[in-house]
């Protein structure tokens, strides 16, 4: 590891960034938990309605992983539970936004927070205890080692646990729709369970409230940051939560479908535009 963490936060100008639903819980996380001031390894949760699991995911992760001291954070997404006062007896840093925005719009923010802290490493696992926290070493471990900057777990190239076929073929397919598109060997492009060095979640283009695993990987892949996958599981959501908030398979596999395409779109203009210069200049 090469990066260091920021000696200071400009925290009015960092806000200014945030989308104004943000700002006050942002304020009210960084009043409670201060800028600079946390562990190298942010663990960020996205939840929403989680009351039932979210306390038991956090319980399973450590107080240190891969040799680095890490911290919880979790962002709460417009909940109408007690997901925001059971994570926090839990242990995690707790961010409550009372609007509910999607699961992207979650990851964003705490990707801004974990950075605000001072991380040097983000990782996401879910709420619903789909994954298993004891794997995120697994994940963290190839940027530890230098030979990646982003790393996502992969169900087929560990074990999947679920019984929806429908779903299975969709992470074959996507997978290979992805792979082509940023000519990296994408298994399971959907996995929750991910790490990345903090500067990805700033130099990367978010946008998507919902979809973003696509979003966030095919802008890594095409901004030039390594990418690489490792084994991990995948439970069965139904045995751990009331089910899917991402409605049902054909939509969900549409709105994937449409927020990949947009990415490789934008991302590959952007590119263009980036190298027209040089071209020019060499020409």
């Known amino acids: 590891m090469t990066a260091t963490r920021p000696p200071t936060f400009d925290r009015e100008g960092q806000l200014a960034l945030l989308a104004p639903v943000e700002r006050a819980a942002a304020l009210a996380f960084l009043e409670q938990h201060p800028p600079c001031t946390g562990a190298p390894l942010a663990i960020v949760i996205p939840a ?7 306390a038991e995911v956090i319980a399973e992760i450590p107080p240190a992983m891969a040799g680095l ?35 992207g719009a979650a990851l964003r923010l ?50 999947e646990l679920t019984t929806d076929a429908t779903r299975h073929l969709g992470v074959l ?24 060095r903090a500067e990805v979640t700033a130099a990367v283009t978010l946008e998507q409230p919902q979809y973003q695993a696509a979003e966030l990987q095919i802008s890594a892949a095409l901004g030039g940051f390594r990418l690489a996958e490792v084994p991990t599981t995948m439970r069965d ?11 049902g398979n054909f939509g969900y596999g ?8 947009h990415t490789w779109r934008r991302d590959r203009n952007a ?13």
């Open 48 to 54: 929403y309605n989680e009351e039932p699991t979210v």
């Open 110 to 159: 705490g990707y801004w927070l974990a950075r605000a802290r001072g991380a040097q490493i983000i990782c996401t696992i879910d709420a619903d205890g789909q994954y298993e926290p004891s794997e995120i070493a697994a994940v963290v471990q190839p940027i530890i080692d230098g030979r990646a900057d982003f790393v996502s777990g992969s169900r087929r190239l560990g074990t």
């Open 237 to 247: 959501r139904g045995v751990h939560a009331t089910g899917t908030k991402k409605g």
């Open 271 to 283: 590119a263009r535009k980036r190298l027209r210069p040089e071209k020019i200049q060499r020409s």
């Open 173 to 196: 397919v996507f997978g290979a729709i992805l792979t082509v598109l940023t000519r990296h060997r994408i298994t399971d492009p959907a996995c929750g369970l991910r790490a990345m």
């Open 69 to 103: 001291a890490l911290e919880v954070i979790v962002v709460v997404d417009g909940a109408g539970d007690r997901t925001a006062e059971v994570a926090a007896a839990a242990g995690a840093l707790v961010c409550d936004v009372k609007v509910n925005r999607g699961q």
């Open 254 to 261: 549409v709105r994937f479908a449409r927020a990949a395409i």
